[in-house]
């Protein structure tokens, strides 16, 4: 596998051409956490590989390490050990705004818990991370108007966050990771706040941007939520147990919302 690779890799809606080298490549990656002279090893020595326009679950019980892999993936925490390439450039060396930069251009995040801004509308939140990677305002304004009305929030538009139901709030939230077309989703726990009908939602419009071309990895608990992806990486005490391919139904798979059961 090489180390580089041409900065022209497909953007979200493409497709890979064949041989295109791995999107995102950790190699014995190391996450220490230090605390009153007691040190715990949360990722341990962990070699992946996401391919364009792949969908990889990772799951793993409670304190695997499943949700710091995917913040140090991320650059949200800085990897004690080890090393990140995305789109062919290692990344794991980056100052804090150096990352910040990277994922206003090629990563999106989901998280659990929304982390929408409050003070703002759900317009303003899905455009903002446009306008800070210097698209103009037209141009952020019809990304949002084409995501929203996807998503079926256009009439939220001019509402704060929080007159919206949870599963909204996660929509909105996945308007505003896909906003600028990113390289790379990370989701964690996408629907782990979410009442059955709106996982189910989520879900699908997961579903949906995969389909399109968008590389997704997702920190789950849920089996029946991973069997959604290509592949599932298992986590143990922050090492790599599994890393399985998802094999496909032998008849045409059902509806999300006839397979999944989510809480109940």
């Given at each position: 596998?090489?180390?580089?690779?041409?900065?022209?890799?497909?953007?979200?809606?493409?497709?890979?051409?064949?041989?295109?080298?791995?999107?995102?490549?950790?190699?014995?990656?190391?996450?220490?956490?230090?605390?009153?002279?007691?040190?715990?090893?949360?990722?341990?020595?962990?070699?992946?590989?996401?391919?364009?326009?792949?969908?990889?679950?990772?799951?793993?019980?409670?304190?695997?390490?499943?949700?710091?892999?995917?913040?140090?993936?991320?650059?949200?925490?800085?990897?004690?050990?080890?090393?990140?390439?995305?789109?062919?450039?290692?990344?794991?060396?980056?100052?804090?705004?150096?990352?910040?930069?990277?994922?206003?251009?090629?990563?999106?995040?989901?998280?659990?818990?929304?982390?929408?801004?409050?003070?703002?509308?759900?317009?303003?939140?899905?455009?903002?991370?446009?306008?800070?990677?210097?698209?103009?305002?037209?141009?952020?304004?019809?990304?949002?108007?084409?995501?929203?009305?996807?998503?079926?929030?256009?009439?939220?538009?001019?509402?704060?966050?929080?007159?919206?139901?949870?599963?909204?709030?996660?929509?909105?939230?996945?308007?505003?990771?896909?906003?600028?077309?990113?390289?790379?989703?990370?989701?964690?726990?996408?629907?782990?706040?979410?009442?059955?009908?709106?996982?189910?939602?989520?879900?699908?419009?997961?579903?949906?941007?995969?389909?399109?071309?968008?590389?997704?990895?997702?920190?789950?608990?849920?089996?029946?939520?991973?069997?959604?992806?290509?592949?599932?990486?298992?986590?143990?005490?922050?090492?790599?147990?599994?890393?399985?391919?998802?094999?496909?139904?032998p008849r045409k798979a059902a509806p999300v919302r006839d397979v999944l059961e989510l809480k109940g």
């Amino acid at each position: 596998m090489r180390d580089s690779a041409p900065d022209s890799a497909p953007p979200y809606g493409g497709l890979p051409p064949p041989g295109t080298p791995a999107l995102l490549r950790t190699r014995g990656l190391v996450k220490v956490y230090r605390s009153g002279g007691v040190s715990v090893e949360a990722v341990r020595g962990v070699d992946i590989e996401v391919g364009v326009g792949e969908f990889v679950a990772i799951m793993g019980p409670s304190g695997s390490g499943k949700s710091t892999l995917l913040h140090v993936l991320g650059g949200l925490e800085r990897a004690t050990l080890g090393e990140i390439w995305l789109r062919g450039q290692r990344v794991d060396g980056l100052s804090a705004s150096a990352w910040a930069v990277l994922r206003r251009k090629h990563v999106g995040f989901v998280f659990q818990f929304f982390n929408l801004l409050s003070t703002m509308t759900v317009a303003d939140n899905v455009e903002l991370p446009a306008l800070l990677a210097g698209v103009t305002p037209k141009q952020a304004r019809r990304r949002r108007e084409e995501l929203l009305a996807e998503l079926g929030l256009a009439s939220k538009a001019g509402m704060a966050p929080s007159r919206l139901s949870g599963g909204e709030q996660q929509r909105v939230a996945l308007a505003r990771a896909l906003a600028n077309e990113p390289s790379l989703l990370l989701a964690d726990e996408p629907t782990g706040n979410l009442d059955s009908k709106s996982a189910r939602d989520v879900l699908r419009l997961l579903r949906r941007a995969h389909a399109a071309g968008q590389t997704i990895l997702m920190v789950t608990h849920d089996a029946k939520v991973a069997g959604l992806a290509d592949r599932v990486i298992s986590l143990f005490d922050g090492m790599v147990a599994d890393d399985a391919t998802v094999m496909p139904a032998p008849r045409k798979a059902a509806p999300v919302r006839d397979v999944l059961e989510l809480k109940g």
